[in-house]
């Protein structure tokens, strides 16, 4: 009989330190949608997908003045380490910022952070033991939730509506979780032009928020980039300008200047203060000097406000472009929020469409988004999608919509012959989710 000879073994690219990673980095997981990505980013699609800022406005022939002046002057400085807390100077100038929105804070309490992300990574790490639970919005930050996940914290996605986080559902799950005896360490909240929502916490309702966390005994994270950036109106009051013992404070200079100097900020109560520096010391010894003293400069030298403005126009005729193509594109069943300021818009499919598994059509179609899923931790989401307007023209935004509207008509031609799509669940909020196990 003639046998088939043994094939060699095959190299396997297998990774030889997995039995000794540590436990948390089970939740480090890639994106499932990053590969599809890789494809997203070819010039003939149009990505609705990446929350980049639109830099193009900024002024790159004075600013590379001020990077050679600020070395000339300073560059013993800028090129040094620095304080673990951040350069004094520049945490004056950010409660000057931080004012804008009615905050009264001393320089002593800001942190320094590599962006706002490292703060939401720095106040993680000292508040949370794996378990321990952390109230999110529904949906909520992606980066925010991978960092929860990497921490081992269990999430609560509490529902929101048009107004931002519902404070009936925040209260019931609060009882709730109580009642169980889960821990809870703080809510991770995004009050302003919420990424991915869309949608701003209502004045009314930020007083209703920070009542519950009286009531309850619970920290507010209050994460704020995109505050300066809303279309219609002056900045909106902080949760922290009306609670400074309770509400740890996150703010950002990536989208009111450029992401890419990384430098962003926490501003706590004294005690958590303490410890914030100390964990900043551990992670990275001090933030960045030279990217501090770019910042002080700007600020101090160059008309920020002026820029900040000019972004605000740029968005918002984006915003304008996405919402008129939505209106006069979208299948009937679409719905979608209406964002006051900010990047995104979060949409909603008919029902029985699933927006993950829409992906590869709608990309081979060349257009891309987010699906929702990536913005929770329990993988509900799936009947909605994240469309980011603030990077592509709004030509581009245009055909970019009348691309998805092509996908979704398709779909819905699918699901009337075949039935809804199996993954197309989409969760109520209503009842809060305490199956943390
Ligand atoms: C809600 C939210 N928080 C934090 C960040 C992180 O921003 P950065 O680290 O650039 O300050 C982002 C970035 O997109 C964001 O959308």
């Known amino acids: 009989m003639e046998q088939q000879p043994a094939r060699p073994r095959r190299e396997t690219r297998l990774d030889t330190y997995v039995e000794r990673y540590a436990a948390r980095t089970r939740g480090m997981t890639a994106s499932e949608i990053r590969a599809l990505f890789s494809v997203a980013s070819r010039p003939e699609v149009v990505s609705l997908a990446g929350g980049m800022p639109n830099i193009s ?9 001020m990077v050679q002046e600020l070395v000339a002057e300073q560059g013993a400085v800028a090129m040094q380490y620095g304080s673990g807390q951040g350069a ?3 945490r004056e100038q950010i409660c000057d910022v931080m004012r804008l929105e009615g905050i009264d804070a001393h320089p002593d309490d800001v942190v320094v952070t590599v962006g706002s992300q490292q703060a939401v990574d720095l106040v993680t790490r000292i508040f949370c033991d794996p378990g321990d639970v952390v109230i999110c919005e529904a949906p909520s930050y992606v980066g925010a939730l991978g960092v929860f996940r990497a921490y081992e914290c269990d999430v609560v996605h509490v529902e929101m509506d048009d107004d931002g986080l519902r404070p009936a559902a925040l209260r019931d799950a609060l009882a709730t979780l109580e009642a169980s005896g889960k821990r809870v360490k703080f809510l991770y909240t995004i009050p302003n ?4 929502a869309g949608v701003s916490l209502s004045l009314p309702r930020r007083q ?3 009542d519950i966390a009286r009531e309850h005994d619970v920290l507010v994270l209050e994460d704020n980039p995109y505050g300066l950036l809303g279309f219609d109106e002056s900045p909106r009051r902080a949760l922290r300008a009306d609670e400074s ?4 404070y996150l703010g950002s200079f990536s989208k009111t200047f450029a992401p890419g100097m990384r430098v962003g900020w926490a501003l706590a109560p004294h005690a958590v203060r303490e410890k914030l520096v100390l964990a900043q010391e551990s992670s990275t010894l001090c933030p960045p000097s030279f990217s501090q003293l770019m910042i002080s400069s700007y600020l101090a030298g160059q008309d920020w406000m002026g820029q900040v403005k000019a972004f605000r126009e740029l968005y918002r005729e984006r915003r304008d472009a996405m919402l008129a193509a939505l209106h006069d594109l979208m299948p009937t069943g679409t719905t979608w929020t209406v964002p006051e300021g900010g990047f995104y818009v979060w949409l909603t499919l008919p029902p029985g469409l699933d927006a993950k598994a829409m992906l590869p059509r709608a990309v081979t179609a060349r257009v891309a988004y987010v699906p929702g899923t990536a913005f929770y931790a329990d993988g509900y989401g799936s009947q909605c999608m994240r469309l980011s307007y603030c990077y592509p023209t709004p030509e581009r935004i245009r055909e970019g919509v009348r691309r998805l509207a092509a996908v979704i008509e398709e779909e819905l031609d699918l699901v009337e012959t075949f039935g809804p799509s199996t993954h197309a669940l989409q969760r109520s909020y209503d009842t809060p989710n305490t199956d943390l196990t």
Not at 57 to 65: A, F, N, R, T, V
Not at 193 to 196: M, S, T
Request: hydrophobic share 40%; net charge negative; no cysteine.
């Open 193 to 196: 032009f919420h990424n991915p």
């Open 245 to 248: 013992e309770r509400v740890v």
């Open 57 to 65: 406005g900024l002024p790159l022939d004075s600013i590379g003045e």
């Open 88 to 90: 004094p100077e520049l």
């Open 208 to 210: 209703e928020i920070l």
